[in-house]
């Protein structure tokens, strides 16, 4: 049985803005309700109140919108694995999403409540960080956006206030000659917590060479984290084996694991620099076909 | 934490039920006499308490059953009768996918979800659509086995075991 709480449920966006100023800090959103309802029975949250967000219509639109793709934070990641929008324009998205949890939970867990949530293993996060996604809160003091990687602050720790609400995922539309990947070590081939995750993107100008590159991990650090200085070390040069070699050293480097019952930091720590090689050297191979 | 009256139309009858807050829709189904749904990890891990909601399969412990007023249902019970089984009910008997039963409800309605959107399905994206629902008996050989037979007698235009 669940510890009581107040449930709220409101019609509209602006009066759930509303009710979440008017109990704040004492106050929870909820949607899927995939971590909170297991958190709130574990007593890792003990809430007195509790806002249903899950039907609000303002919330439940995968759009474009001028330059980008716009996700809407009742997005169930079912949804986003059927979107036609974001195989065209965030595929690497969609296959995190098929790697998150199993078909159950993803037909009630969102993209925004993963995020949200800010576990260390979110597989949203590692490729929204590739694209340099925004997360988009509102309060009933206004709305503003912080980029993904401004927007983690620690294990379950983000800079959304108790009285704000994640509105919804922001997307740029990717530039042409834009590739990505993202793999998944789990102990298990489905509906397991990442070890270690990872996505990668490399966009390159007509000369081959890599103009951006953005390389995110998940589960080697309090939060997903960029490697930025591996990012830095292939950007501008040809991807060849040999820098491809030397970003993934780096990203290894930029890692802070812990060892946990899924698997030691030293793994995680070298598993990073196998599937961050492999991935670049996926990319590069794709993007010259 | 006043009690809300709220209406769920469970198996295709329409019930309207006086719920707390904190209940979830597992509870509430148990509460009204569909114990098919089965109370197993209540955090999402085991799908014994899988449930279509609005066609959607869900774990019914991870719903809070306000959040389902005015919804449709669909439990395991739902499928078929003693006397007219779902193919997937009679598939699950003859093969032999049952064991303690405890998971089964859940394997159904899993099983369920993914004919309804894969009527076709590889022997992988049948693992992967049972993923969420543990079994600590079978093995889960012959509930594969039951779906593929079950994918065959509900569209046996081409055979679900073959890859495309």
């Known amino acids: 049985m669940l510890p009581e709480f107040e449930l709220l449920m409101p019609r509209t966006l602006p009066e759930a803005l509303e009710m979440l100023a008017e109990h704040a800090p004492d106050v929870m959103p909820v949607a899927g309700g995939t971590n909170l309802i297991p958190d709130m029975r574990s007593g890792r949250y003990r809430l007195r109140w509790v ?43 969609r296959e995190a999403a098929a790697l998150l949890g199993n078909p159950l939970v993803r037909n009630r867990a969102t993209v925004a409540g993963n995020l949200a949530d800010a576990s260390p293993a979110a597989d949203m996060a590692p490729p929204l960080l590739a694209l340099d996604a925004e997360v988009e809160l509102a309060s009933n003091q206004g709305t503003r956006r912080v980029l993904l990687r401004d927007f983690f602050l620690g294990v379950r720790r983000t800079v959304r206030q108790p009285h704000e609400l994640v509105t919804g995922v922001r997307v740029p539309l990717p530039p042409p000659r834009s590739v990505t990947a993202f793999y998944k070590i789990g102990l298990r081939e489905a509906d397991a917590i990442a070890v270690a995750s990872g996505a990668v993107r ?18 080697v650090a309090p939060t997903p984290i960029r490697a930025c ?9 040809l991807p060849e084996p040999e820098p491809i070699a030397e970003a993934a050293r780096l990203a290894a480097e930029a890692t802070r694991p812990i060892d946990d019952i899924r698997g030691s930091a030293t793994y995680r720590r070298h598993v990073t620099e196998v599937m961050v090689r492999r991935t670049l050297t996926e990319c590069a191979a794709r993007s010259t076909e | ?18 719920l707390k807050p904190n209940v979830t829709l597992l ?123 079950a994918a065959e007698k509900i569209s046996p235009a081409a055979s679900p075991a073959k890859p495309e």
């Not at chain 2, 009256?5 to 469970?10: A, D, F, M, P, Y």
């Not at chain 2, 991870?62 to 009679?90: C, I, R, Y």
């Open chain 1, 51 to 93: 806002v249903n967000v899950a039907s609000l219509l303002e919330l439940q639109a995968i759009r474009r919108e001028d330059g980008w793709l716009v996700i809407g934070a009742g997005v169930t990641v079912a949804q986003v694995l059927d979107d036609p929008l974001v195989a065209q324009y965030a595929p690497v998205l």
């Open chain 1, 202 to 219: 490399m966009d390159r100008d007509e000369s081959g060479r890599c103009r951006l590159v953005r390389i995110a991990l998940g589960s």
């Open chain 1, 229 to 237: 200085q591996a990012e830095a070390a292939l950007e501008g040069r």
């Open chain 2, 1 to 18: 934490m006043e009690p809300k009256l709220i209406t769920l139309t469970v198996n295709g009858h329409t019930h309207h039920v006086a």
């Open chain 2, 27 to 149: 509870h509430a189904l148990r509460q009204m006499g569909y114990i098919d749904v089965k109370d197993g990890c209540e955090k999402g891990d085991c799908g014994a308490c899988a449930v279509l909601l609005n066609g959607r399969a869900v774990n019914s412990c991870l719903v809070l059953a306000w959040q389902a007023d005015g919804a449709e249902v669909l439990t395991a019970a739902g499928l078929g009768t003693a006397e007219h089984p779902h193919p997937l009910q009679e598939a699950f008997a003859d093969v032999g996918a049952v064991q303690c039963g405890y998971c089964t409800p859940g394997m159904l309605i899993a099983a369920k979800a993914l004919l309804d959107r894969t009527p076709y399905p590889t022997e992988e994206q049948i693992r992967e659509g049972i993923s969420g629902n543990l079994c600590r008996c079978t093995g889960y050989a012959k509930i594969i086995q039951a779906i593929q037979v």
